[in-house]
Every structure is written in structure tokens, then in C-alpha cells.
């Protein structure tokens, strides 16, 4: 059954359907075909538990935050802030790319949009001074990926609402693997660039006092991060409530910046619906597909195979890896989490793996899932904002990053405590 399902997801996402369809329908094949009982006769009741719950409030809060400040004009202020800081490194306006990736992650929960106002904003400037376009679309791809590791992180509130982990301990633990990253990101950009400087075009130099001056662009979206993420650790709020609140400092925020319009409003409550509705419908899809799975003895069936094999509790996790690594290649990232988390989560937590641990390892994976092709969004994202040039370049770009991913799976493996340490000391 197992190579079945697999087989018949990877043929439906071939067709182009859309992957919360997908899903639906496989359930309904396995109740057709490998369930003695009526399975699709629970669906309402499936639909309705996968939907209620207030931990799922925050995803559309949390979007909506990313949909005002994208819509604001707050990313392209933070950008020319952070190009006054970091342009004189080798690689220069690429550690802008990076650095705003990393604000907008700690500010939006979600990678494509992260992906899609950085290139935005950044992609006229490539042209204009020259820089390498698969270096520069590459660094802009993968910087987009820190906006599910960085708190707060719409993937992250799906991993803990499906494994019924604590929202605020995920959040924390992948603090500092996102930092981690994104400093690795501009390290190997200034090695690459320094080795080659052709690569990062031509560095540029402002004085301090311009550089201070562009602070005043910053400080709202540190202030923005302070009050979601502070009023979470402070007690005074739950997730939710923490997203709504930062929905409104946003909104203040752009107000304050003059980006407040009757057709910014509507915009962005339409890319919330819009964007909401799509991850609903394939929590919803997953929910029914795991249902089914679960009735049929698919799960029962995996760990028999994965027990089967007689490996220890590490040669099992780096099977795991080595699936999500292949997986990626094909399945939408969120798609994948969904379909599987409930399958998998219980096998490594049984076999005496942290589930917070497991959490930030999987979001890595996942994470390098979103720049790998065939089935890498941000790639497409970053592609549609170039305008020109081809999808290659943005692909070979995104190679050295994938890289540090991997290198972020080893040292998450070796040193658990790069995720750990800051949800057991806090």
C-alpha cells in the first residue's frame, strides 16, 4: 500500500491538480480500495475536527501581519536600510537580500511571501549594478526559507497542532538554527564573492551617519518582533493573541509610513483569504488522507518496515532524512509535513527522539525542499519576479545554500542542543 500511495501522489501532482484536491482524492481511493469499511462516511466529522481548533487562528493573523507589511511599503524602507549596513561586504547588496529575508521571517511566518517581497524589491537593483543573476536570485530563494524556522512560523504552528507539541517551545527552538543560518548564508555569499568578485558586483561604502540615520527603518520591525515574540515568553499572551496583536502593530506601522490605502486594505485581506483557503484545505485533505491511512494499516505498515530493517534508533533517522530529502524533490513542503508528521512523528518519538528536536530538523528539511527542483516554490517565486533570464540560473544560484541546509541537518544530529538549549532554559 505504501508504494501505491506513493505512486499515486506523485501522479495526480504530476497532472497539476491542486495538492489539497490531491490529497481528498487519495483518500478516497484507499477507502475504495484497501478499507473493508466505509471510511469516507466519517468525513464530515473528520473536516470538522481538523478545523476546530483556536490554534489555527493564527495562521490567517499571521499572514495578514505578512500582507500589511509587504503592501505597507515597509519591505522596500528595511531593504535600503539594511544596504546601507552590509553593502561593503564582498557580495554587498547580497547580504541585503539576506538580512531582509531574515527581518521579514521574524515578522511574516511564511517563506514564499518572504521570498516574493524581497525579490520584489531587489531584482531591479541586480540589473541595474551588474551582480551575478544566479548568485543574486539564488541568495534571494534561499533567504525566503528562513520564514519558517524564524519565529513566528506558520509551519511550525501546523507541526505543533499536529503533533500536539507546545507552539512557544518550537518557536523558541528554532531561534537560533534560523540565525544560525542566515549568517551562514552570508558567510558562504562573502566567500564565494571573495574568491570570485565578479560575483557580488561592485561593493559600495556609506558613511556612518547615513547608516545610523536608516535605523529609524529598522526599528519598527524589531519593535514588530519584540511585541509578537516577547508577549508569547512574557505570559501575556497566547500565539494567537500574539499574532492578532502584532496585526495591529503592523497596521499602525504602515499607517505611520503614509502606505495605509482603501486598495492596500483590500489587497491584503484578499491575499489572506486567498492564502488562508489553500493552507486550510490541505490541513483538511491531510487530515482525511491520514485518517484513512491510519484505518487502513498503513501506519502500522511503515513501522513494521521501518522495525523490518533492524536499524538503530540513528541509522532509522537517517533513513528519515534521506525520504524527506527525496520527498522534497517532488511534494510542496507543506503538503509533505501534513502527509506525513502524523505517520512519522510517532515512529522517532518512540524510538526516543526529542519531538521538539525532531520538529526543527524536519522544518531544515523542509526548508531545503523549498529551493530544490523540481517542486521548489521559491524558485518559481523568485523566477516570476526576474522577468527574464532563465529558471537554471535561479536553480545553480540556490546550490550553495542547499549546501549549508545539509550542514544544518549534520549539526542538528550531532549537537541537539542547538535547538534544545533555549526551550529547556527558558
Known amino acids: 500500500m505504501i508504494f501505491s500511495v506513493t505512486a499515486g501522489l506523485l501522479g495526480l501532482l504530476a497532472l497539476s491538480i491542486p495538492v489539497g484536491i490531491v490529497l481528498f482524492l487519495l483518500g478516497f481511493g484507499i477507502d475504495q480500495f484497501f478499507s473493508a469499511f466505509p471510511l469516507s462516511r466519517a468525513l464530515g466529522q473528520v473536516v470538522w475536527s481538523a478545523s476546530n481548533s483556536s490554534t489555527l487562528i493564527a495562521i490567517p493573523f499571521f499572514v495578514l501581519l505578512g500582507e500589511i507589511l509587504v503592501r505597507g511599503g515597509i519591505a522596500e524602507r528595511t531593504y535600503a536600510a539594511l544596504d546601507k549596513w552590509f553593502s561593503w561586504l564582498p557580495g554587498g547588496l547580497i547580504h541585503a537580500n539576506i538580512g531582509t529575508a531574515t527581518m521579514f521571517s521574524a515578522t511574516s511566518g511564511s517563506s514564499v511571501a518572504t521570498a516574493a517581497t524581497v525579490a520584489t524589491v531587489a531584482m531591479p537593483q541586480a540589473e541595474k549594478l551588474g551582480y551575478d543573476p544566479r548568485l543574486f536570485s539564488g541568495a534571494i530563494a534561499a533567504g525566503g526559507t528562513l520564514g519558517i524556522m524564524i519565529p513566528p ?37 562573502a566567500i564565494l564573492c571573495k574568491i570570485k568578485p565578479s560575483l ?12 545610523f540615520a536608516s535605523l529609524k527603518q529598522l526599528g519598527p520591525i524589531i519593535v514588530l518582533f519584540a511585541v509578537v515574540i516577547g508577549s508569547i515568553y512574557a505570559g501575556w499572551a497566547t500565539p494567537t493573541e ?11 506601522i504602515a499607517l505611520a509610513n503614509g502606505g495605509v490605502s482603501r486598495e492596500m486594505i483590500s489587497q491584503s485581506l484578499h491575499g489572506t483569504v486567498r492564502i488562508t483557503s489553500m493552507i486550510m484545505l490541505v490541513i483538511i485533505g491531510a487530515y482525511f488522507l491520514n485518517f484513512t491511512l491510519t484505518s487502513a494499516g498503513m501506519g502500522r505498515e511503515l513501522q513494521d518496515m521501518l522495525t523490518g530493517l533492524d536499524l538503530s534508533p540513528f541509522g ?10 527525496v520527498l522534497g524533490f517532488f511534494i510542496e513542503t ?6 506525513t508528521i502524523p505517520i512519522i512523528v510517532p515512529i522517532m518519538v518512540g524510538m526516543g527522539f526529542d519531538k521538539v528536536w525532531f520538529g526543527i530538523l524536519l522544518i531544515v528539511l523542509i526548508e531545503m525542499a523549498l529551493i ?32 549549508v541546509m545539509l550542514a544544518m541537518v549534520a549539526l542538528l544530529v550531532a549537537v541537539p542542543s542547538v535547538a534544545l538549549f533555549l526551550p529547556d532554559n527558558f
Do not use: D, H
Open 153 to 189: 512560523s506558520i509551519n511550525l504552528i501546523v507541526y505543533g497542532f499536529l503533533t500536539e507539541t507546545s507552539i512557544p517551545r518550537l518557536f523558541l527552538a528554532g531561534l537560533i538554527p534560523g540565525l544560525l543560518m542566515a549568517v551562514a548564508f552570508m558567510a558562504v555569499t
Open 200 to 211: 557580488g558586483g561592485e561593493s559600495r561604502s556609506f558613511s556612518w551617519s547615513e547608516r
Open 242 to 252: 500574539s499574532a492578532a496583536l502584532g496585526v495591529a502593530m503592523a497596521f499602525l
Open 316 to 325: 532509522t533517522l537517517m533513513i528519515v532524512i534521506l525520504l524527506y530529502i
Open 334 to 339: 507543506l503538503s509533505l509535513m501534513v502527509a
Open 372 to 403: 530544490t527542483p523540481p517542486v521548489g516554490l521559491n524558485l518559481y517565486v523568485v523566477q516570476g519576479a526576474r522577468k527574464s533570464g532563465r529558471l537554471s540560473q535561479v536553480m545553480v544560484g540556490a546550490i550553495p545554500f542547499v549546501l
